[in-house]
């Protein structure tokens, strides 16, 4: 991926919600990149690059699958010094 420091996004951090409603959990991922958006809407292709493309039924199972619920989704870019 463009701007990352690996393959994938560094780790996810799943955050349950402390009243048990939706959304369920918050995701969020690391990349080190100044353009959070540019990286982000470059996550589908490359998807699709490894388990087949849009359409295709690994696509589907991993885009459609029973267990996603998306209910937002926004990217961030970190201001101030990098430690």
Not at 38 to 60: C, D, H, N, Y
């Amino acid at each position: 991926m463009t701007g990352a420091t690996s393959a994938t996004p560094e780790p996810v951090y799943p955050l349950p919600a402390p009243t048990g409603g939706d959304p369920r959990f918050m995701h969020f991922y690391e990349m080190d990149t100044d353009e959070p958006e540019v990286a982000f809407k470059s996550m589908t292709p490359l998807v699709g690059q490894r388990i087949g493309a849009w359409g295709t039924p690994g696509f589907e199972r991993w885009a459609r699958h029973e267990a996603l619920r998306i209910m937002y989704v926004n990217s961030f870019r970190r201001l101030g010094e990098r430690a």
